[in-house]
């Protein structure tokens, strides 16, 4: 019922928002298993909206699809209007397995994508500290990723996504192989960083309580072969102390619903 | 991580000493037991020597003393001035040749199809039966010795620059494309800082293969050098003299080959460098 | 490496060398390169011979016993070396030192200790190949997980019940990884022991057709030789492949 009660608000949101990323009919088989069937998305700008569900639904799937990492089967999807054939200056994505340079240091990490782009040693490597002190990295700029632990090496792996200027961020799976309590912390950080940068988020995860925790709409896959089940978009006041959200009688609501609708995918 | 590893264990399997990275690890033992090993290997050597073993058996202080003997009457000096130049040259120029082949049938398909059969039939064939035959193509001199030497290193160095061009990490191709690299960017800014350590490592044993290469050479061709010196010296039955010369050139080749592995983890390894 | 198009297209490419031998022979461009196609009929023609029949027991049975010693001798040490620290740290250093450095200078020593025969030819054979097996058995019995090696002493093993029954069987993977490659060694100890002693088997062959420039002949030995040394490689690699699965799984 809580559920009817958020679609409806949610439709209401919909039209206030302009989408900034579209997703239309998208469908993916690898042979004969569809991955994904049938996806109609649209992504507001400014907002994150969080990709979840059990393994199997092809949510990373549908985020490198949306990435131009990987070509649809069928269907299609626009940026600001324009259609992705392939990577694109306008979207940095942000691995789930770091994706680091081992022979490079966190400064040349960071700015590796300006590199790419032949932007000048001086500025990208003025661009990279500025993005490193805000995810919290300053002093560390001379290190390599070994010596870091696996929260820090996603924080580089953050300001690498964000130091390109791009105006939507893919997160695959981000914490996913961060520890827990660096995790937490980390999820703090970026709800404060978020406040601070105007970027639209799309982000994949498994996990229900960091869904809620930071995002702003929550699309729910359900697997086999991948579908659009719902869309819920938790009404948490993310201003003040981040702590308080996890008290939060509406965080804790959406989490056991959501965790109710997923429960017959669970085997 | 792991996966790293095992990519790289695999590497060193198809070529010659598949020395699994620990087992390498002269530099992690204590300098103390390394020179009570020392020691113990000297004092058996001096005790076979004493029994004698056989009578083509030196003891081990005859063998330092005829070590220092070369050394003192050029001899040895000469020999390795002459037996230096076709190894330093034939290893040169494998890897050079090595390198970029590897390279260019790791990237691409139709060199692979076309050149890595051939080089994993020369890596696990006896090649040692060219020896012979480039004495005749090429004479008895300093060519004949550096193609010898080439036709030992060129495969190690070949197939291991090709698997490191290979095997190279999935996961940063993924992001240098994601951020745009062209395949030119991708190939200098990705594909090599990744395959280096392993194209290294190809390049160390190569210089391991070469200095069979050279031994076998001037053993099989012609007696010049360090093999001149084995030679002479057994056909007057100075043992001594020709053990010194044989456990020199042992060791210089171990020597050599600790040192590259030194630079390997020195530059090419910053996961590794000083831990 | 991908398991699909690798083993097909390396045959297909070798074919590929072999017409272009066939073209540079017809053409008499090299005269050390005779047409592929006389190779192989002097081929067929060696080994009816018996000269090379005499050769190839000669020569097999050398390779034959230097492996069999180097594995005897190799595998025990290898276990031991990975379960016993102080025979590690005292023969490991020397286990590197020889399994990388040029040993075909140490075959000379060979000669004069025991003397221009087949002995010589076994020891080369031997010393070539059993570095490799120590290094890699000690690896592989450094790879047992602890817990398998605890499960057993909880469930009473004795000592040899548990070498027998759980390292070995553990540690075969790796075992059978350093045979190989102590197989392909053995292979050249075998060749470089015949070509430097010079008057025995594939080496007394050798001497004789590249001195008399039979270049037909010579190429025709290269060729069964090198077959030779692709086949074991081959075999081995047939039954690492089933003793794969749980290699695999151990991780």
């Known amino acids: ?267 | 991580m792991a996966t790293n590893v095992r990519t790289e264990s695999e590497a060193t399997n198809l070529t010659l000493p598949a020395t699994s990275e620990e087992a390498i690890g002269l530099r992690d033992r204590p300098i103390i037991l390394r020179l009570v090993s020392i020691a113990l290997f000297a004092g058996i050597w001096e005790i076979a020597g004493r029994i004698p073993v056989s009578f083509a058996f030196p003891t081990f202080s005859d063998t330092i003393a005829a070590f220092f003997g070369l050394i003192a009457d050029g001899s040895m000096p000469a020999a390795y001035l002459s037996t230096l130049q076709p190894l330093v040259l034939g290893v040169l120029l494998s890897t050079f040749l090595g390198v970029g082949i590897g390279i260019v049938c790791g990237l691409s398909r139709a060199g692979e199809w076309l050149l890595i059969p051939v080089f994993i039939v020369l890596q696990a064939a006896p090649v040692a039966a060219f020896i012979p035959l480039v004495t005749f193509v090429y004479g008895i001199g300093m060519t004949a010795k550096t193609i010898a030497v080439m036709i030992l290193a060129l495969p190690v160095i070949v197939l291991n620059t090709y698997k490191a061009v290979r095997n190279v990490n999935e996961s940063l191709l993924v992001m240098c494309r994601s951020f745009l690299g062209t395949r030119w960017q991708t190939i200098t800014r990705i594909i090599l800082p990744d395959a280096s350590p392993v194209i290294f490592a190809g390049l160390r044993l190569g210089v391991a293969a070469g200095f069979v290469g050279v031994v076998l050479a001037e053993l099989l061709i012609t007696p010049t050098g360090i093999g001149d010196l084995i030679t002479f010296h057994r056909s007057r039955a100075d043992y001594a003299e020709m053990y010194a010369t044989i456990a020199s050139i042992i060791a210089l080749s171990t020597l050599t080959l600790v040192f590259l592995q030194w630079i390997e983890v020195r530059v090419f390894r910053p996961e590794k460098r000083g831990a | 490496m991908t398991p699909f198009g690798y083993r097909i297209p390396m045959m297909a490419s070798l074919l590929v060398w072999c017409v272009a031998w066939e073209i540079v022979g017809r053409l008499d461009l090299v005269f050390l390169l005779p047409p592929f196609s006389d190779v192989l009929a002097a081929a067929v023609q060696l080994v009816q011979t018996s000269s090379w029949q005499d050769a190839t027991v000669t020569t097999l049975r050398a390779f034959a016993t230097g492996m069999a010693l180097a594995i005897m001798c190799g595998v025990p040490l290898g276990a031991l070396m990975g379960r016993v620290k102080i025979a590690d740290d005292l023969l490991g250093m020397w286990v590197n030192i020889f399994s990388s450095a040029p040993l075909s200078a140490l075959v000379p020593v060979l000669m004069i200790l025991f003397g221009f025969g087949e002995r010589t030819i076994i020891a080369a054979v031997f010393l070539f190949a059993v570095w490799i097996i120590v290094l890699d058995t000690r690896a592989g019995v450094r790879h047992v997980s602890p817990s398998l090696i605890e499960m057993a002493r909880s469930y009473g093993a004795t000592k040899p019940a548990l070498y027998a029954k759980i390292i070995l069987w553990a540690a075969l993977p790796e075992i059978l990884a350093g045979i190989r490659l102590g197989l392909i060694r053995g292979v050249k100890g075998v060749v470089i022991g015949q070509l430097l002693v010079a008057i025995v088997g594939y080496g007394a062959l050798f001497e004789t057709f590249s001195r008399n420039f039979r270049m037909a002949e010579f190429w025709a030995l290269t060729i069964i030789l090198f077959a030779f040394a692709m086949l074991i490689a081959e075999l081995i690699e047939r039954i690492e492949g089933k003793v794969e699965y749980y290699a695999g799984a151990r991780q």
């Open chain 1, 1 to 267: 019922m809580a559920v009817t009660a958020l679609r409806e608000k949610q439709s209401a949101v919909h039209t206030s928002v302009e989408a900034i990323v579209e997703v239309k009919g998208i469908c993916k088989s690898y042979g004969n298993v569809e991955a994904l069937r049938d996806i109609d998305l649209d992504f507001p700008r400014g907002k994150l909206t969080s990709l979840l569900g059990p393994s199997g639904c092809g949510k990373t799937t549908l985020l490198k699809i949306i990435a131009g990492l990987i070509g649809a089967s069928a269907g299609s999807v626009t940026v600001d209007g324009k259609h992705v054939s392939g990577p694109g200056p306008e979207r940095a994505f942000v691995f789930q397995d770091f994706a680091l340079m081992p022979w490079a240091t966190v400064l040349r990490n960071v700015a590796f994508g300006l590199e790419l782009r032949g932007t000048g040693k001086t500025e990208r490597e003025e661009t990279a500290r500025r993005y490193i002190a805000q995810v919290g990295l300053s002093g560390f700029e001379d290190k390599y990723p070994h010596e870091l632990s696996g929260g820090m090496r996603q924080r580089v792996g953050l300001a690498r996504a964000l130091s390109v200027d791009a105006e939507v961020l893919l997160l695959d799976e981000p914490f996913s192989a961060v520890d827990e309590q660096n995790r937490r912390k980390f999820q703090e950080d970026l709800i404060r960083l978020r406040s601070k940068q105007n970027k639209t988020f799309i982000f994949v995860t498994h996990s229900i309580e960091e869904a809620v925790y930071i995002s702003d709409r929550i699309v729910l896959l359900s697997p086999r072969p991948g579908r659009v089940s719902q869309v819920i978009e938790p009404d948490i006041n993310r201003s003040g102390d981040p702590d308080r959200i996890h008290r939060d009688q509406h965080y804790l609501d959406t989490v056991e619903e959501i965790w109710q609708g997923l429960k017959q995918y669970v085997e």
